[in-house]
């Protein structure tokens, strides 16, 4: 951890025995930081108790303290401050707080929450009291972690050769268990591994396993995958292990932060066979911080109030910025172009749909065409007076071109189409204004002005390549939509132009039910909906739409529930409308049940607040973008005025029993809608507020509370702030 960032001090600590006169002995390190926006005075006081029962306080203006061990025994502290930087950054939790019995959100901060750090060894603490100079103080006790540990959490791991027979599988790594290992019938192989979330790995532990000393490995590649794309983090030769069992620490050399890593594992001790016992990440990031607290919060001259936290967010180290010594001189090498295009041409026949396939109107020869001459290209770059970038002109020479190169039909041009935007395109230009001039530079006119268009839709879209922006002879790339007035999208160049829009697809067709991967679908969603559940909202939400991803309809569907409760500037009548309603995929997923008793409902309190059942006018817009409610029986046969009385039965139908909530929950509601209708809403909420941990779901299909939504009565009630405060509080699985 590092001192100097903004609240965040360091401490080295000594202690002895009390009423001792002397045998100071050091105690470890303490970092601590309290900040709260618009509190004025520094960090006076401080006191924490540990997991293990310790207790300790510390006065930080005259830099002594107490310390009470598990056992009873106390001792005196004394602290040393730790000046300049440490051997890491502090990285303070940042919780959403509220105070006061009604949970109101604090009305002069509301956008500024509570950073709170104390990391004094033994893990983050259960309890936390502070004190600034100018008499502000308070006290949080804190919910469990979610992760206690420094080790990184593995959710996937894979590896490239495994032995499943014998159940020596890639699996075995991160069990936890000495009695399995890793087994591999080749000399090399690659384990790539899958974190809960971002984390910068510092050092990592390789156990050798039971037997066959010649299977260890003893040439590797530690690689994380960033915005940069797959980077060596650390590369060793020539190791060794003493022993079986045997267990060896390396430190990263070049560390950050990545969700993504790989094993590449190139060479081991002479066997024709690879084996490992363990593997282990150990994190810059530490335990998780905890979900929530409950504590109190004092200014001088008023009452204590109530405080409530909810963790919104880890602050994380920028990137350690580049030695301009170490700036690449050469842009990251092109793919393989013939792979790649084999890869991508089988992939998108693999998700295609009938309705994909006769839109897109192809060849005979499919997505691609025989590569351009070296004469084509060595013609196309004496027309545009420039060399082409290397990754393009290797393109060339694999196909002259791309057909359905991106989601919505782009393709990249033939060799000989090439030009600058400011002669093909000189029509469109025109109407941006680009050659109208002016006084001051325009960025974009510029920018399209020295543009070369390499590809194109029919719907207007414009992909083209910036000479001026580049890398090694790679030329930044952009995607262009005009017709909706929207500035261009800049890629890194016309290889990550190409990932990025193949990655697109994938995503949008597996919203479609047709998932190119969708091997951890299940898995994703089960570890969403837990994360639901325990109230860490913002990681079910990635974690869902990952599981979306790869193809999983129930994860759109949780995934909008999560969205209606913790994310109040969201589009949610799109997202329902859209997501949900409108997906055929996603609606297949929803029983007739939910559809009626929940989802229905949920879009009828969205679109019509005030309606107890949904209108004739909406039932006939259900049924124009939600195909499953236009098969309805009932449903009429036409529009028109003449059936006007049917709709309004047909509208009735669409709303059926609700969904039942758990006895205490569904009794808790029942008296917040007999207080509100006695004018008494804050007591209801108090009600509903003190029953949320007994909610669970009584269906896979739910993970939020949305009685809270659908129901008349107790929506009236249900501000952002309190629907928040119900998703972030951790119910029963």
């Known amino acids: ?178 009695a399995t290992k890793w087994f591999a019938p080749v000399p090399r192989a690659e384990l790539a591994l899958r974190l809960s979330a971002e984390r910068t790995v510092l050092r990592y532990e390789l156990d050798s396993a039971d037997d066959a000393p010649d299977r260890d490995p003893r040439d590797w590649q530690l690689l994380g995958l960033d915005d940069d794309g797959w980077v060596v983090l650390d590369e060793r030769g020539g190791e060794r292990f003493d022993g079986r069992f045997t267990s060896r620490t390396f430190t990263v050399a070049r560390p950050r932060a990545c969700e993504r890593y790989r094993l590449r594992i190139t060479g081991n001790a002479g066997s024709p066979h690879l084996q490992l016992g363990a593997l282990r990440l150990h994190t810059l990031e530490g335990p998780e911080p905890p979900p ?59 998700t295609a749909s009938e309705d994909d396939l006769e839109a897109a109107g192809l060849p005979e020869t499919g997505l691609t065409r025989p590569p351009a001459t070296d004469a084509a290209i060595e013609e196309c770059e004496t027309r545009l007076g420039h060399r082409l970038p290397p990754s393009l002109r290797s393109f060339y020479r694999a196909t002259d071109g791309l057909l359905q190169a991106g989601p919505f039909g782009e393709r990249v041009l033939r060799v000989a189409e090439l030009d600058w935007m400011r002669v093909k395109d000189a029509e469109l230009l025109d109407a941006w204004g680009v050659f109208a001039g002016g006084d001051e530079p325009d960025e974009l006119s510029e920018l399209l002005l020295r543009a070369l268009r390499i590809g194109e839709s029919e719907d207007g879209d414009r992909w083209f390549l910036d000479p001026a922006d580049h890398t090694g002879g790679e030329w930044a790339a952009y995607t262009w939509h005009p017709a909706d007035g929207s500035d261009p ?3 890194d160049g016309f290889p990550a132009l190409l990932e990025d829009e193949r990655a697109t697809l994938e995503r949008l067709r597996a919203h479609e039910g047709r998932p190119a991967h969708p091997e951890a679908a299940e898995e994703l969603l089960a570890e969403g909906r837990r994360r639901a559940l325990a109230g860490d909202v913002a990681a079910a939400h990635e974690i869902l739409n990952r599981a979306m991803d790869a193809g999983s309809a ?85 529009e028109s005025d003449r059936y006007d009385a049917e709709w309004e039965a047909f509208a009735a139908t669409l709303v059926g029993d609700p969904v039942p909530d758990p006895g205490p929950f569904d009794r808790a509601c029942a008296t917040a809608r007999e207080l509100v209708r006695l004018g008494r809403p804050g007591e209801a909420w108090d009600v509903l507020r003190d029953a949320l941990p007994s909610w669970r779901p009584d269906s896979p299909m739910r993970v939020m509370p949305t009685v809270l939504i659908s129901d008349p009565v107790l929506r009236t009630i249900m501000t952002a702030e309190r629907r928040l405060v119900a998703a972030v509080t951790p119910r029963s699985a």
């Not at 470890?28 to 293990?52: A, Y």
């Not at 707080?97 to 509570?114: C, I, K, T, W, Y």
């Not at 297949?588 to 949904?614: F, K, N, Q, S």
Request: proline letters at 9%; glycine letters at 12%.
């Open 292 to 350: 929530s607290f409950l504590g109190w919060y004092h200014r001088p001259g008023e009452a204590a109030v109530t405080l409530r936290g909810f963790l919104v967010g880890r602050e994380r180290p920028a990137k350690a910025p580049v030695p301009e010594d170490d700036v690449p001189e050469t842009a990251p090498a092109s793919p393989r172009w013939p792979e790649w295009l084999t890869g991508y041409t089988e992939q998108w026949f693999g």
């Open 489 to 491: 999208t800049r890629h």
């Open 554 to 638: 129930p994860a759109a569907y949780l995934d909008a529930q999560v969205r209606l409760f913790a994310f109040p500037h969201d589009w949610h009548e799109g997202t329902l409308r859209n997501g949900v309603l409108g997906n055929d995929h996603v609606l297949a997923a929803i029983d007739d049940e939910h559809l009626r008793g929940d989802l229905v409902p949920m879009y009828l309190a969205l679109t019509l607040p005030d309606h107890l059942r949904p209108t004739a006018g909406l039932a006939k817009a259900l049924t124009r973008y939600a195909t499953r409610i236009g098969e309805l029986p009932g449903r009429p046969p036409s």
């Open 1 to 178: 951890m590092r001192s100097g960032g903004p609240g965040i001090s360091r401490y080295r600590l000594f202690r002895r025995p009390a009423a001792a006169e002397e045998g100071w002995v050091t105690a470890g390190l303490l970092t601590v930081g309290v900040e709260r926006s618009g509190v004025d005075g520094v960090l006076t006081e401080i006191g924490w108790r540990t997991g293990d029962g310790a207790e300790s306080s510390l006065v930080l203006t005259g830099l002594l303290g107490s310390h009470r061990a598990p056992d009873g025994e106390t001792w005196e502290l004394r602290a040393e401050p730790v000046p300049g930087g440490t051997d890491g950054p502090a990285l303070p939790a940042a919780y959403l707080v509220f105070e006061g019995d009604n949970a109101r959100p604090l009305s002069q901060h509301p956008d500024n929450p509570l950073r709170l750090l104390l990391d004094d060894g033994a893990g983050h603490p259960v309890r936390l009291s502070w004190r600034f100079s100018g008499g502000e103080g308070g006290y949080a006790a804190f919910a469990p972690s979610l992760q206690d540990s420094q080790l990184a959490k593995v959710v996937d791991i894979q590896a490239t050769a495994e032995h499943p027979d014998a159940g020596e599988v890639a699996a075995n790594l991160v069990d936890g268990s000495a």
